[in-house]
């Protein structure tokens, strides 16, 4: 089929004004910069009914689908079909070249830390890189995976890593995400909704293609198997049709092939997992759970859990399957550690970092406390265990008496709070009532470890939908923009 | 391989596509019979699908039909009826999202997109302003649906448990047809009505003349071979989709012998031959055995509860196996 280019419009971009954060399309004196050159082309020809056509085709793909995602707080109608906005992130390929490059840093410095944890006798710890009562005092960490052998010492091997873009342009890391991180199908879907909806956008765009994730993560999982068996039985494990990420879940398991699986098809007996099938039960290698830690075993963790599968961790310690992530990540997922992390990377690799924390103060220090609690209302504030967004105080957009109470939250527990300098999230055009305008973002790209470490191109470009809001989390009425890498140019 | 879990949701994907199928059929033919009916008959004969359709426990909850308003909410939008259509398109959808890993997603889409399209659902007592279209674009979606199953599908175990859904479905509402039809002391159901409802006019018209009788359009809905309809030939693919996955799962093997019995007898004769002198009884009998068929899938399908039992022991931190003791078992 011949798509049809169409003719110009009204200028969706004509009133555009960058406003004080770094925006990735415009430069400061609004001329655009050369990666957006001709996607701001082609959105100069569009016209608001135009636009508003597109969007829903695409809302239309996702409602047929059923991609939609859960808000738990809500009462009733939870589930949303997925906001996408039209105007892709474009990100160069020089760019993405560094920005991979630090990611996988990043992912290997936490492996080696996990690894030396649970494995290896704690030698950061040892050697002060780390406090040892911040650690064991992690909600994160899990005493029962003290021990637990994991092939390749890949403790992560599904990494989801929030980047952001600072007001100088350089990306910086706000979060890391080792348990569960999700979004990934998220990002194969808008580009395939975007493909099918307007698919002359890409014209002269050499688009790094997003279909290949479900290989790649096949290959990481096939790595993983406890006794290097080339085909390991891999199962994908969820916590049913239910949980707000339920399409991810069955998305993951048809990319690869295997079996989606709830804890009530699995058995353990004589410390292996089984699947229960219509044949008889069937000896599972390699469990991708979605499933947090205290929920995995009911036998072990949380007894009220019918999620899970009582005896997993027996058969963990038997060494007969590998359970990915790794139990007991969360330690690293934890805030709190979060500031070490630039540290781990010199101690376990050798080198500077490549991607720089977002400046951190840490609430337990008593200096760096007084510091940033009385600057509170410039900084941003946040609880170390949660994520989401939830918790999070905005200095500059809260009441004094947020201010103050926060205060009083963060004196009784410094141990469970970070301060940050608050980062003006770069800014992109997103569609605002008939008009594209600068909203802020951020970038979860995926990292994957197995034998290896692959970074899958792009990621999930969250988007706030307020104009000025620096919340672009979906449950917070964020949306999402296909992300584009460009490959490299052929000589 | 397949789950058991998303074996016993195909199963039961198959069986409420042929429901919500079925029911959206009789449905249409008592809209449109309501033009012809004499005063009295539109109850007798709503009572009669209602019945066709084993329904009956499900109506007495509602309380005694009165009108035919009354009869198309409790078989289209009555949700706490789990033979409506609604019920059975949430049923349809819900069954296959627990396995939309292993279905095409074209499949999934299709019967998404038609629970979607239903305005009323979640609403009981709504009645829907355009009945026809309603039946129209669930009928055509069942067909997608099936479509799709048949052509998109990879044949596989789950695929075969989808068919026997259908055709255990489909033999149930068959026989239930035929049943109904013997009890109805009131006339309502002649030949020609029972045709309708399994879709069956057209065919039986080609190939035996359009003038139908009762007792022959009995035998064709028993045993006609090139009917898709006809109880035999349900029994063929069920029996033969059983006899694929007892290669494997050795307890399907009970219900693929009682599908054959029932074949068997069913080609002898035996069935025909008890109907001659007790017509109601020996198709009570025959649903009745139709229904432990179904049951019999269902038992062979979900593995005792014994298998969910923990031998495991203890393993203590630090005691993870080094393959001394047959899978590091404790110590």
Avoid at chain 1, 338 to 348: A, E, K, N, Q, W
Avoid at chain 2, 18 to 40: D, F, K, M, V, W
Wanted: charge should be negative; glycine fraction near 8%; hydrophobic fraction near 40%.
């Amino acid at each position: 089929m011949v798509d049809v280019i169409p003719e110009p419009g009204s200028g969706l971009l004509d009133q555009y004004q960058p406003g004080g954060a770094f925006d990735e399309a415009f430069d400061a004196d609004g001329s655009v910069r050369g990666t957006y050159s001709r996607i701001v082309e082609r959105f100069r020809e569009l016209d608001i009914s135009e636009v508003r056509r597109l969007e829903n085709l695409v809302a239309d793909e996702f409602r047929r689908q059923g991609i939609t995602f859960t808000v738990y707080s809500e009462e009733e109608g939870t589930e949303r079909i997925w906001p996408m906005d039209l105007f892709p992130r474009i990100i160069a390929a020089a760019e993405w070249d560094e920005l991979s490059r630090g990611l996988s840093q990043r992912v290997a410095a936490m492996n080696c830390f996990l690894a030396d944890l649970y494995n290896g006798g704690g030698q950061a710890i040892a050697d002060g890189v780390v406090p040892r009562w911040l650690v064991v005092s992690s909600r994160g960490f899990e005493r029962n995976a003290v021990g637990i052998r994991v092939p390749h010492s890949a403790h992560c091997n599904i990494a989801g890593i929030d980047v952001v873009r600072a007001a100088d342009g350089r990306y910086r890391v706000l979060e890391d995400n080792l348990r569960s991180p999700s979004g990934i199908s998220y990002v194969v879907e808008n580009r395939a909704a975007m493909a099918k909806a307007c698919s002359w956008l890409f014209y002269d765009h050499p688009v790094e293609p997003t279909e290949q994730y479900g290989r790649m993560l096949r290959s990481t999982l096939d790595s993983m198997a406890p006794d290097g068996n080339d085909s390991p039985h891999i199962v994908v494990l969820t916590p049913g049709i239910y949980n707000s990420a339920y399409f991810e879940h069955a998305f993951l398991a048809r990319s690869m092939g295997v079996e989606l699986v709830e804890g009530r098809d699995l058995v353990v007996d004589d410390h292996t997992v089984y699947s229960r099938t219509i044949e008889g039960l069937v000896k599972v290698d390699v469990i991708y759970r979605r499933i947090d830690d205290d929920f995995l075993d009911p036998v072990a963790f949380r007894p009220d859990s019918t999620l899970g599968v009582p005896g997993l961790l027996s058969a963990l310690r038997a060494g007969t399957v590998t359970v990915c992530n790794a139990l007991g990540n969360g330690v690293v997922d934890d805030k709190g550690v979060y500031p070490y992390v630039p540290d781990l990377i010199r101690y376990y690799l050798g080198a500077e970092p490549i991607i720089d924390n977002v400046p951190t103060y840490m609430m337990w220090d008593p200096d760096q406390r007084s510091e940033a609690l009385a600057r509170l209302d410039e900084l941003v504030a946040k609880p170390v265990g949660e994520s989401g967004g939830y918790g999070v105080l905005i200095g500059p957009h809260a009441t004094e008496r947020e201010l103050d109470d926060a205060r009083a939250t963060i004196e009784a527990d410094p141990r469970n709070w970070i301060v940050q300098e608050l980062v003006q999230l770069s800014t992109l055009p997103a569609l605002a009532e008939d008009q594209l305008e600068p909203r802020h973002l951020d970038l979860r790209p995926f990292v994957l470890t197995g034998e290896r470490t692959e970074v899958f191109p792009g990621g999930l470009t969250r988007v706030a939908m307020r104009r000025g809001s620096l919340i672009v989390n979906s449950s917070q009425g964020g949306g999402s923009k296909d992300t584009w890498v460009l490959a490299p140019e052929t000589p | 391989m397949i789950l058991a879990r998303h074996a016993e949701s195909l199963l039961w994907a198959g069986r409420y596509l042929e429901r919500a199928e079925n029911t959206s059929r009789c449905l249409s033919y008592a809209a449109n019979s309501i033009t012809h009916l004499r005063p009295g008959e539109a109850t007798a004969e709503g009572e009669m699908l209602v019945r066709t359709l084993g329904l009956q426990d499900e109506l007495e909850a509602v309380g005694p039909l009165e009108s035919q308003p009354q009869l198309i909410a409790f078989l289209l939008s009555d949700t706490d009826n789990p033979g409506s259509v609604v019920s059975a398109v949430t049923a349809v959808r819900e069954n296959l999202r627990t396995v939309r890993d292993r279905i095409p997603i074209e499949l999934w889409e299709e019967a998404n997109g038609l629970y979607l399209r239903f305005p009323f659902l979640g609403h009981a007592d709504a009645a829907p302003s355009g009945l026809h279209e309603v039946l129209l674009m669930v009928r055509r979606a069942c067909l997608a649906i099936s479509g799709i199953l048949n052509e998109g599908m990879r044949r596989d175990e789950g695929h075969a448990f989808a068919v026997l859904g259908r055709m255990l479905e489909r033999s149930i509402f068959t026989v239930g047809l035929l049943e109904a039809s013997h009890a109805d002391s009131r006339g309502v159901m002649d030949a020609t009505r029972m045709l309708r409802l399994t879709s069956s006019l057209q065919a039986y018209h080609r190939q035996h003349g359009n003038a139908p009788d009762f007792d022959s359009v009995v035998r064709y809905l028993l045993h006609a071979k090139d009917l898709p309809r006809s109880v035999l030939s349900c029994l063929d693919r069920a029996e033969e989709r059983l006899t694929g996955l007892a290669s494997t799962a050795a307890a399907l093997d009970r219900p693929r012998r009682k599908a054959a019995l029932l074949r068997a007898r069913l080609e002898l004769g035996e069935v025909e031959e008890a109907m001659s002198a007790a017509p109601v009884p020996t198709l009570q009998d025959f649903l009745a055995q139709f229904m432990e068929l179904a049951s019999d899938v269902h038992t062979g399908i979900v593995p005792p509860l014994a298998m969910a039992t923990v031998r495991s022991q203890y393993i203590r931190p630090g005691d993870g196996g080094d393959g001394g003791d047959g899978g590091g078992g404790a110590r």
